[in-house]
């Protein structure tokens, strides 16, 4: 039933009248109309788990309430003419001829009184005085089921008729039978019971019912698995969890018993949420119908797939999704700045370290004649740590499907400014130290050379070992936090154009002085980060408080393309080949940088082979130099176990010199020069 639309008529307006709909505002209404509901089978099941009109907030027409209360007194009047009693009593010889029994008519006759008082029903007189009209009412009722007869060889007096099944028993055995059978063979009606396992489940679904409608719905946007638990009443889920456990309890299964927990409440909450979005007549919205459909309509932008999951009750309608979307947009845009229209997002805090990143968005990246393409810049914002909890909690659905932008987001700030003129200006002298500094002035560049030598020295085995990525996992005592990401509005205008990084900047920059910040870090891509230079050099207010930063891919494949120039003609791009480590075109991209993935593998294999032709040549002449070092070299070489390693990183701070020691002091004992060179 939809509560915003008249109970009677489900509709806004009268058709007749043109009513206005009235709220039930009293308690005699609410009560006398769930008092004739069970007179109306419509109102009695729309009705059904309803205890309150007044809190449930029922409307109706004055038209449609007059015309419910007749028709219910009318029919409350008519079953004071009816015959309850003889209804009833047929219900159980229905069930008596099922049973095959034989019964005596004194017996039904009593049976019948009975049913009368507890029916309040008036036993009709020509029943009382002649026994024979409710013989002949009863046979007209019930004729196929029974056959009325009377034993012949028999006093008149005790010629009682009987009523035998028909179905079960012929008549003329059933006449025999009775000929040779004493009285106190004769079966008594027994009450007749209905089905208990049917009352149970229809109490057990209007009690659920109700539980549905008193449960507080969901507020906000906030999607996760507590929010789901919290939106859906104990009684419904205890009622799936049993039905979906029961299953799982007699079939086998070759997961996990916390695997199967998982599935069977990931499975539980989606069908609860489902009911509960269905019961309250797609009112009380639950975070599987608010994610779902906010992730099938990012995803595909089909309002047939959604209105398509919408009938399948699986997530909101289409304008519903538009009118939440609105609310988020009006909530973020309430930190806009107006002149700048730089956008705070809600979910960065103040007082702590944040940085940017902006990028090229090909919308439409490639049409038939090249022409019309579509080009946007997107910025984000990122910080270390988790967002704050009521960031979706206290927001509310909008009355609108449509936002208007802003005009002052999507106007560029323009900079007069010539690309690749600008002269380089530093804020002080560049120290070529600072890029070069020793391995005992830092504590993170011994670890480093620590970790690596560990991660070198025991692979001089055959054994299968970890990976280099699953060997830095290992060895690591570092435990970032969650990085937190604020997207602000995308800019409809191509990255590479000064206009629109200018307008970058400035934004990034009034965030970061809205969070305390006094310096703006800004990372972009190789393509970009020539032009935000040459921003930077020409706008003074940018020399001192901008950081553009090459990002970290940009700068570890131009470093690839430095080696490869290095090693060009020394053979190493055929070593590749020849292994079967890549193939000839992978070699070339990752001798030139492009490749990044396959450069990296091939580079540490090669290291790694190295190293193991290296070492044991190395081994002797450390023996004569150092012998404690070559001690917890051979030591490490022995071992085996990933635990070890571990340690042996932790605790590993007296080799991080061993590269070098090979280099300055046994080179020239050793036949492995070009290969010391080499690694």
């Not at 002269?423 to 690596?452: G, N």
């Not at 190295?610 to 070559?630: A, G, I, Y």
């Amino acid at each position: 039933m939809n509560w915003d639309l008249c109970m009677f008529c489900q509709e806004a307006k009268s058709e007749r009248s043109k009513q206005k709909l009235i709220s039930v505002t009293s308690f005699n209404v609410s009560n006398n109309v769930l008092a004739c509901a069970h007179l109306d089978n419509k109102m009695r099941f729309l009705l059904a788990g309803v205890s309150d009109l007044i809190a449930t907030e029922g409307k109706y027409h004055k038209n449609c309430m007059s015309t419910y209360i007749y028709t219910t007194k009318k029919a409350k009047q008519d079953i004071k003419h009816t015959d309850l009693a003889m209804i009833f009593l047929c219900q159980e010889l229905q069930h008596a001829a099922e049973e095959k029994q034989i019964l005596q008519l004194s017996t039904v006759w009593n049976r019948y009184c009975e049913l009368a008082e507890e029916t309040s029903t008036d036993i009709p007189q020509c029943y009382v005085s002649r026994r024979s009209s409710f013989k002949d009412k009863l046979q007209s009722k019930v004729g196929d089921l029974f056959h009325f007869t009377q034993p012949l060889h028999r006093p008149t007096v005790e010629r009682e008729p009987l009523l035998v099944s028909i179905k079960y028993i012929p008549v003329v055995v059933a006449e025999r039978v009775y000929d040779d059978t004493d009285d106190s063979d004769l079966q008594t009606m027994q009450t007749y019971q209905p089905e208990h396992e049917f009352l149970s489940l229809l109490h057990v679904a209007l009690r659920i019912r109700g539980d549905i409608v008193a449960h507080p719905g969901h507020k906000g946007f906030r999607v996760s698995t507590d929010d789901a638990i919290d939106c859906v009443p104990d009684s419904l889920y205890m009622f799936l969890n049993l039905l979906y456990g029961g299953q799982s309890l007699i079939e086998d299964s070759d997961i996990s018993y916390e695997e199967a927990e998982g599935v069977r409440q990931t499975r539980v909450l989606s069908t609860a949420q489902d009911i509960v979005y269905g019961v309250n007549s797609e009112k009380k919205w639950t975070p599987k119908h608010i994610g779902l459909g906010s992730t099938l309509h990012q995803a595909t932008r089909s309002k047939k797939l959604v209105e398509l999951f919408h009938k399948a009750g699986h997530v909101l309608s289409y304008e519903e999704i538009l009118e939440m979307d609105t609310s988020l947009a009006e909530s973020t845009l309430k930190t806009m700045n107006a002149e700048n229209g730089a956008v705070l997002p809600p979910n960065l805090l103040e007082g702590k370290f944040v940085h940017f990143t902006a990028d090229n968005i090909d919308i439409n990246d490639s049409t038939l004649d090249g022409k019309n393409t579509f080009h946007a810049t997107q910025v984000a914002a990122w910080q270390r740590g988790s967002a704050p909890d009521a960031l979706l909690t206290d927001l509310c659905r909008s009355h609108k499907s449509t936002f208007k932008v802003p005009e002052v987001m999507e106007q560029l700030k323009p900079v007069n400014i010539i690309e690749g003129v600008s002269a380089p200006v530093f804020a002080q002298p560049i120290d070529t130290r600072w890029y070069t500094p020793t391995q005992e002035d830092s504590e993170t560049a011994q670890e480093a050379w620590a970790s690596d030598t560990a991660f070198l020295v025991t692979r001089q085995e055959s054994d299968t070992r970890c990976s280099w990525t699953a060997f830095n996992q290992l060895v690591s005592k570092s435990d970032p936090e969650i990085t937190t990401v604020g997207y602000m509005p995308i800019i409809q205008a191509p990255a590479h154009e000064l206009d629109t990084l200018n307008t970058v900047v400035q934004r990034c920059m009034h965030i970061s002085a809205q969070l305390g910040q006094q310096y703006t870090v800004l990372t972009v891509d190789q393509n970009l980060y020539y032009k935000l230079m040459d921003l930077k050099w020409s706008v003074p207010e940018y020399r001192k408080q901008l950081i553009p930063r090459l990002g970290g891919l940009h700068i570890a494949m131009n470093y690839l393309k430095v080696i490869g120039q290095h090693m060009q003609g020394s053979g190493l791009d055929e070593i590749w080949i020849e292994s079967g480590i890549l193939g000839r075109n992978s070699a070339e991209h990752a001798m030139s940088g492009n490749a990044y993935n396959k450069a990296i593998r091939a580079h540490k294999l090669t290291f790694q082979a190295l190293w193991r032709l290296l070492l044991p040549q190395f081994l002797p002449v450390l023996q004569q130099k150092d012998s404690e070092l070559h001690e917890v070299l051979s030591a490490v070489m022995a071992e085996s176990g990933e635990d070890y390693e571990r340690h042996f990183y932790l605790e590993g701070q007296p080799i991080s010199g061993v590269d070098d020691r090979i280099r300055e002091q046994y080179v020239r004992e050793c036949k492995f020069c070009f290969l010391v060179a080499v690694s």
